[in-house]
């Protein structure tokens, strides 16, 4: 049973029961969709995308922020048969232009706050025949999305679904360069559903607050885990604001909660300065927090425990290449073992091998392979990338990445972010963690800066507390009584850390911005 014959079956198991509660945060307004309500919605737009002439392996953009009618489109064009690929809301116009181009998208669905973006790209993108816009000021060129809702029939729709049909293409961030287009089936989606399930073990009863972008794989993919048992899900509407996830926990009685480290960050610090307090504010009602999008600084893991006991932690590893979240998981029951990422979760293997794919001993540090079902099916029309990425069947990751002798992994760092001075290999997340348990330290990125003599030097951008004054000689103490001297920042930088949606430090921003400072705030 694939994840659109589960929602159509919990229409008729479940037809009263919440699927979905949006809250909108800017108008105070709460909405509550039932099982059989989505599915009928979910039915109207593949409906109206057939009667448009949307076939089977169609591609469609969509452009907005969270929101009930993402995940309507989402699964409408999928149980069309067509392919659903949204766009990051940050794309500027020349990167929504080459999405479009290399996807070949027939048909876009936006928002009204995108209307200016749209207009700009409109004339490049002749193969779309179809603008959908959803707002209350739709242009009179384009297509009013709430009334072709009113207008489409809510039959059921006879689309046959293959496992390893292509259902939806997830663009990366382009942090890497431009944006890769991921290839993923409806069995890859299938996948994430059984295995997201079963690492957080979401009863029928489960209320799982969906925080993370609609357009990026791991964001849809971690909800398919509630539609197996017919389990709620809340999510917030438009722009996430970090307090607006504790009011929601409280007032929706959240029981499940995945965050990047940065929301973690800034929640724990409205409780530090006093501005919320556990008794008040307390969020009884959630049994597990997990995080990820990011190696997990443990010093962060540690606090939120101190302050919410109550709480168990997991953590889950994965990308948009091997179907999202969970293809690595650390359970609640490794409370030692913080830090570590966890073993090959359900129905996957994963593996560390050196540079010819060869494994390598307990403590050794090489790059992370994973294998399962959830191997995308390729990069979209990159048959050389896709052929880099997965070998034998094998999703190679470019996460560095050592096990113990008890086969937990431990992330090391990105392959391409080892800074490599005089030869040898620096690991910035190891810094990173470090300086993380300062206690003036909100965030910090660590990255390489060119060097002519040893290659390339160590140099940290640290953000600090609200509220603190933090100096360059004290992250220069500190760093002293803690690390190697090879290891220690040879430039130190204040600044605010830029991160994308998904939590990632933006470390090619970083190196661009102080890649040329060098000598001018060098560390004596």
């Given at each position: 049973?694939?994840?659109?014959?589960?929602?159509?079956?919990?229409?008729?198991?479940?037809?009263?029961?919440?699927?979905?509660?949006?809250?909108?945060?800017?108008?105070?307004?709460?909405?509550?969709?039932?099982?059989?309500?989505?599915?009928?919605?979910?039915?109207k737009v593949a409906?109206?995308?057939?009667?448009?002439?949307?076939?089977?392996?169609?591609?469609?953009?969509?452009?907005?922020?969270?929101?009930?009618?993402?995940?309507?489109i989402q699964w409408?064009?999928?149980?069309?048969?067509?392919?659903?690929?949204?766009?990051?809301?940050?794309?500027?116009?020349?990167?929504?232009?080459?999405?479009?181009?290399?996807?070949?998208?027939?048909?876009?669905?936006?928002?009204?706050?995108?209307?200016?973006?749209?207009?700009?790209?409109?004339?490049?993108?002749?193969?779309?025949?179809?603008?959908?816009?959803?707002?209350?000021?739709?242009?009179?060129?384009?297509?009013?999305?709430?009334?072709?809702?009113?207008?489409?029939?809510?039959?059921?729709?006879?689309?046959?679904?293959?496992?390893?049909?292509?259902?939806?293409?997830?663009?990366?961030?382009?942090?890497?360069?431009?944006?890769?287009?991921?290839l993923l089936t409806?069995?890859?989606?299938?996948?994430?559903?059984?295995?997201?399930?079963?690492?957080?073990?979401?009863?029928?009863?489960?209320?799982?607050?969906?925080?993370?972008?609609?357009?990026?794989?791991?964001?849809?993919?971690?909800?398919?885990?509630?539609?197996?048992?017919?389990?709620?899900?809340?999510?917030?509407?438009?722009?996430?604001?970090?307090?607006?996830?504790?009011?929601?926990?409280?007032?929706?009685?959240?029981?499940?909660?995945?965050?990047?480290?940065?929301?973690?960050?800034?929640?724990?610090?409205?409780?530090?300065?006093?501005?919320?307090?556990?008794?008040?504010?307390?969020?009884?009602?959630?049994?597990?927090?997990?995080?990820?999008?990011?190696?997990?600084?443990?010093?962060?893991?540690?606090?939120?425990?101190?302050?919410?006991?109550?709480?168990?932690?997991?953590?889950?590893?994965?990308?948009?290449?091997?179907?999202?979240?969970?293809?690595?998981?650390?359970?609640?029951?490794?409370?030692?073992?913080?830090?570590?990422?966890?073993?090959?979760?359900?129905?996957?293997?994963?593996?560390?091998?050196?540079?010819?794919?060869?494994?390598?001993?307990?403590?050794?540090?090489?790059?992370?392979?994973?294998?399962?079902?959830?191997?995308?099916?390729?990069?979209?029309?990159?048959?050389?990338?896709?052929?880099?990425?997965?070998?034998?069947?094998?999703?190679?990751?470019?996460?560095?990445?050592?096990?113990?002798?008890?086969?937990?992994?431990?992330?090391?760092?990105?392959?391409?972010?080892?800074?490599?001075?005089?030869?040898?290999?620096?690991?910035?997340?190891?810094?990173?963690?470090?300086?993380?348990?300062?206690?003036?330290?909100?965030?910090?990125?660590?990255?390489?800066?060119?060097?002519?003599?040893?290659?390339?030097?160590?140099?940290?951008?640290?953000?600090?507390?609200?509220?603190?004054?933090?100096?360059?000689?004290?992250?220069?103490?500190?760093?002293?009584?803690?690390?190697?001297?090879?290891?220690?920042?040879?430039?130190?930088?204040?600044?605010?850390?830029?991160?994308?949606?998904?939590?990632?430090?933006?470390?090619?921003?970083?190196?661009?911005?102080?890649?040329?400072?060098?000598?001018?705030?060098?560390?004596?």
């Amino acid at each position: 049973m694939n994840v659109s014959e589960m929602i159509a079956r919990n229409s008729r198991t479940y037809p009263n029961k919440t699927a979905l509660v949006e809250f909108d945060p800017t108008m105070k307004t709460r909405k509550v969709v039932t099982w059989k309500e989505f599915n009928d919605r979910i039915n109207k737009v593949a409906n109206a995308l057939i009667d448009r002439g949307i076939k089977k392996g169609d591609k469609i953009h969509t452009l907005m922020y969270n929101c009930l009618e993402v995940l309507e489109i989402q699964w409408g064009a999928m149980r069309a048969g067509a392919w659903i690929a949204p766009l990051n809301f940050r794309f500027t116009a020349q990167e929504i232009i080459y999405c479009s181009e290399v996807a070949e998208a027939k048909m876009m669905i936006f928002e009204e706050g995108f209307l200016d973006r749209i207009r700009e790209v409109q004339p490049h993108l002749p193969d779309i025949k179809h603008y959908i816009c959803i707002g209350k000021n739709v242009p009179k060129d384009m297509e009013d999305f709430d009334q072709i809702m009113k207008k489409s029939s809510s039959k059921p729709v006879e689309v046959p679904l293959e496992d390893n049909a292509g259902c939806s293409l997830y663009f990366t961030s382009g942090t890497t360069g431009r944006p890769k287009p991921i290839l993923l089936t409806n069995k890859n989606i299938e996948c994430a559903a059984i295995t997201n399930n079963h690492n957080w073990n979401i009863k029928h009863d489960d209320n799982f607050l969906l925080l993370q972008p609609l357009y990026h794989a791991g964001g849809g993919m971690m909800w398919v885990g509630c539609v197996i048992v017919g389990a709620p899900a809340v999510l917030i509407k438009g722009m996430i604001k970090p307090l607006d996830v504790v009011h929601v926990v409280e007032d929706e009685n959240v029981t499940i909660l995945f965050m990047v480290v940065p929301w973690a960050l800034d929640i724990l610090g409205y409780y530090d300065r006093g501005d919320l307090n556990t008794e008040k504010f307390g969020l009884k009602s959630c049994r597990l927090l997990s995080l990820g999008g990011q190696p997990v600084p443990p010093a962060v893991i540690i606090h939120w425990l101190e302050k919410f006991p109550h709480m168990e932690y997991d953590t889950m590893y994965g990308l948009g290449e091997a179907m999202g979240p969970g293809c690595c998981h650390l359970t609640s029951n490794d409370p030692k073992r913080i830090g570590s990422i966890g073993r090959a979760s359900f129905n996957w293997e994963a593996r560390i091998v050196d540079g010819n794919g060869k494994d390598v001993a307990p403590g050794e540090v090489g790059e992370l392979i994973v294998q399962g079902n959830g191997v995308m099916k390729e990069y979209y029309k990159n048959p050389e990338k896709t052929a880099e990425t997965i070998r034998d069947g094998w999703c190679y990751t470019g996460d560095m990445a050592k096990a113990d002798e008890e086969g937990y992994l431990y992330l090391v760092d990105r392959k391409k972010d080892v800074i490599i001075y005089g030869g040898e290999n620096i690991y910035p997340v190891e810094i990173e963690d470090l300086l993380q348990h300062h206690p003036k330290v909100h965030d910090v990125g660590v990255i390489g800066i060119p060097d002519e003599r040893l290659g390339e030097v160590v140099a940290a951008v640290v953000q600090a507390k609200p509220g603190e004054t933090l100096t360059e000689e004290e992250v220069e103490k500190y760093c002293s009584d803690n690390l190697p001297k090879y290891k220690r920042p040879k430039h130190i930088f204040f600044d605010t850390i830029p991160r994308n949606p998904t939590g990632k430090i933006e470390k090619p921003v970083l190196r661009e911005k102080y890649a040329g400072f060098g000598e001018m705030f060098k560390v004596k």
